[in-house]
């Protein structure tokens, strides 16, 4: 079965003007993945959308991981 995305495994909260922290959680896992962004055009297309893109999802997803790296990798 191929697993699939949808904008119901993301969270965001508003933090300032012009930022989101964002969570991933995953269905499959039910890990969570975070990151705070300041790249408006993502959550236009993610959170601001009726249907988002599939490929906008993914790119969001990506961006989540990658924070939580550098995230843990700072502790």
Partial sequence: MKNTI???DFTFTFTSY???DVTY???RT???YSCS???MTIIDDTK???SP???DLNRLKAM???GQSVADSLK
Avoid: A, H, V
Wanted: aromatic letters at 4%.
């Fill in 37 to 39: 962004t300041t790249d």
């Fill in 53 to 55: 893109k599939i490929k």
């Fill in 6 to 8: 949808s904008i119901s």
């Fill in 64 to 66: 989540c991981k990658l």
């Fill in 18 to 20: 012009g930022r989101y």
């Fill in 30 to 32: 039910g890990k969570k």
């Fill in 25 to 27: 959680t995953s269905p």
């Fill in 48 to 50: 601001n959308e009726d």
